[in-house]
């Protein structure tokens, strides 16, 4: 079975600063990994994923997130945060062998303060 | 491009009515569809997910049921709500194969009186 955790319900960065939000998998194999971002009252947004190759992935927004298979962790990164960035994020895991379903975390909520 | 509409967006309903939820998608076929309830802004809850005409698997046990009468139409039903079944409701697609990230709709906020 497939699982994830994103073990910070809250995280508080200032405006400039980089920010991470963690997020660790379980699953049987190699995973597929996803980032996902909603803003309040909407739908989620893809941010980025890990398939397969390069464990640091770039996706949208400045937003980067590192595959670590050892850890298995799947940490979410941007090098100077904005106070745009203040949303809801959640990280998702998918098994290989699965047909299409994805398992979500609770989600973390990223303040920036100004 | 493609494109994912859900109406309505905001739905008040007695407990013991109906719902039908409806969510489309253009510019793709033979998508994989999924409905999803997040309650209080949190966490996501998987209710349904198809991945054809006719293929749809049910995740939690509860009083809503869900139909694709169309490839690109997926339809979200209950028989009666309950006070429980409030919350915010999300379709979204994926391509079929499984390394493709879920696109997801504006959302429906169904609030049960």
């Known amino acids: 079975a497939q699982s994830v955790a994103q073990p910070e319900d809250q995280v508080n960065v200032a405006e400039g600063n980089p920010l991470t939000v963690k997020c660790t998998y379980s699953?049987?194999?190699?995973?597929?990994l996803f980032w996902y971002v909603q803003y309040p009252n909407r739908g989620l947004q893809f941010l980025l994923k890990?398939?397969?190759?390069?464990?640091l992935v770039k996706g949208s927004y400045g937003f980067e997130a590192e595959f670590n298979k050892s850890q298995t962790s799947f940490h979410l990164k941007k090098p100077s945060a904005l106070v745009s960035d203040s949303a809801l994020y959640f990280c998702?895991?998918?098994?290989?062998?699965?047909?299409?379903?994805?398992?979500f975390g609770d989600g973390t909520t990223l303040t920036v303060k100004p | 491009s493609q494109t994912i509409h859900q109406w309505p967006a905001t739905l008040v309903q007695p407990v013991g009515s109906p719902l039908s939820l409806e969510c489309t998608v253009e510019?793709?076929?033979?998508?994989?569809l999924y409905w999803y309830r997040q309650a209080a802004g949190r966490g996501l809850q998987l209710l349904f997910y198809s991945i054809g005409i006719d293929q749809i698997s049910s995740e939690v046990p509860q009083n809503l049921s869900a139909s694709r009468p169309q490839d690109r139409q997926f339809i979200l039903s209950s028989k009666k709500l309950l006070l429980s079944d409030s919350g915010f409701y999300l379709c979204?697609?994926?391509?079929?194969?499984?390394?493709?990230?879920?696109?997801f709709g504006p959302g429906t906020r169904l609030t049960v009186t």
């Open positions: 510019g793709t076929s033979n998508p994989n």
């Open positions: 998702a895991v998918r098994e290989r062998t699965n047909a299409g379903k994805s398992t």
């Open positions: 699953v049987s194999g190699n995973p597929y």
């Open positions: 890990y398939i397969t190759g390069d464990n």
């Open positions: 979204a697609w994926s391509l079929s194969q499984s390394t493709y990230e879920q696109y």
